[in-house]
């Protein structure tokens, strides 16, 4: 499984657009998928958005702050409820162009990927080229 991450604050403007650009990329791939949006604590209608994508769409999980924590807290929110063998980390919707999505192609090639993976004696390097 692929696991997409992608902080949200205050991007109303831009999220369907955006969802509607990962879904089509995402829903292409041979190997399942989810997408993770953190909502940051925005104070515009994001999170009642994303909780519209949520409702209708399986692959989507809503996590929501209470108030601004920040992207980096958001990103490890995101990285702490992602069930996937590989986590793509995406800044958000205002960082990215909605309607070019995410780019998967060669995604692995030619890199030596690696994660860490938490374990008992702290933590254990694992290859992902092969899942992406």
């Known amino acids: 499984m692929l696991s997409v991450v992608v902080p949200i604050y205050n991007e109303e403007e831009n999220i369907v657009a955006f969802h509607a650009a990962v879904k089509t990329v995402m829903g292409n791939l041979p190997e399942s998928w989810e997408v993770i949006y953190v909502n940051d604590g925005s104070r515009d209608k994001s999170l009642s958005l994303l909780l519209d994508i949520q409702r209708r769409d399986p692959h989507v999980s809503v ?70």
Request: aromatic share 4%; glycine share 12%; proline share 4%.
């Open 63 to 132: 996590v929501e702050f209470s108030r601004n924590f920040g992207h980096q807290a958001a990103l490890t929110a995101g990285l702490q409820v992602a069930r996937g063998d590989a986590v793509m980390l995406i800044s958000g919707p205002a960082g990215s162009a909605a309607e070019n999505g995410p780019s998967l192609e060669n995604r692995g090639e030619g890199c030596n990927c690696r994660a860490l993976q938490p374990c008992r004696e702290g933590f254990a390097r694992k290859d992902v080229s092969s899942v992406l």
